[in-house]
């Protein structure tokens, strides 16, 4: 069975530059979800899916990120104008209705 | 405030030995994972809880919800078992995990 696939694995922007980070989720599972994860730190949830609506959204800095599922399957995590605090690991995990997170390797963002 | 407070934040382990990593909870859990990221900055699950011990090779865990907490034991260390441990708890709506900040786990030869 084919894991969590993400892309690009790395990025380099200057700051006010636009990014978007892909993930294709285990296939079945209903669930996707986007994580930040700065530097020396935990994982932080930023939106998840279950299937193509939007459960909670609450921690997405909505005025420049922004996160798609439009069929409920592969998922596009976009940041408008970066700024160098967006430095972090962009991780995207996917869970079956038992509810384990699987998550995937990550892109490592760097925004001079 | 943090749902998730985990401990210690880093542990150096002679090899062969063994130790306790721990998690507490501010409110109701319903599930723990455990995961082990590596030098790649993969995390590989270790454990899904929603009660009681589990049980794999060298690591064992426990989660109690009602008072709580949940523990990961390392016994013989090895030296591949270097890397950061996180808890993720699972609220009662069960999909939205919380992470603690992680303990970093050194084992010397």
């Known amino acids: 069975e084919a894991g969590v696939t993400q892309s690009p694995r790395y990025a380099v922007l200057q700051e006010g530059q636009a990014v978007s980070f892909w993930c294709d989720p285990i296939?079945?599972?209903?669930?996707l979800y986007w994580y930040q994860q700065p530097r020396d730190q935990g994982p932080q949830l930023l939106v998840y899916?279950?299937?193509?609506?939007?459960?909670?959204n609450s921690q997405l800095p909505s005025d420049r990120f922004s996160a798609v599922r439009p069929k409920g399957t592969n998922s596009t995590l976009k940041i408008q104008s970066a700024k160098q605090g967006d430095t972090a690991t962009y991780l995207c995990?996917?869970?079956?209705?038992?509810?384990?997170?699987?998550f995937g390797p990550g892109t490592r963002l760097t925004v001079l | 405030g943090d749902q998730v407070e985990q401990s210690p934040s880093a542990l150096s382990l002679h090899e062969g030995t063994g130790s306790a990593l721990r998690c507490n909870f501010t409110?109701?859990?319903?599930?723990v994972q455990w995961f082990q990221q590596n030098s790649r900055g993969s995390l590989i699950n270790l454990f899904y809880?929603?009660?009681g011990t589990k049980e794999n090779g060298r690591l064992k865990s426990t989660f109690n919800s009602k008072e709580s907490y949940s523990t990961l034991h390392i016994r013989d260390a090895q030296l591949e078992d270097s890397g950061t441990y996180f808890c993720?708890?699972?609220?009662?709506?069960?999909?939205?995990?919380?992470f603690g900040k992680g303990t970093s786990l050194t084992v010397i030869p």
């Open positions: 409110t109701t859990m319903r599930a």
């Open positions: 995990a996917s869970s079956p209705p038992s509810y384990e997170q699987y």
């Open positions: 899916f279950r299937d193509e609506a939007v459960i909670d």
């Open positions: 809880l929603a009660s």
């Open positions: 993720a708890a699972g609220d009662t709506g069960y999909q939205n995990f919380y």
């Open positions: 296939s079945g599972h209903d669930t």
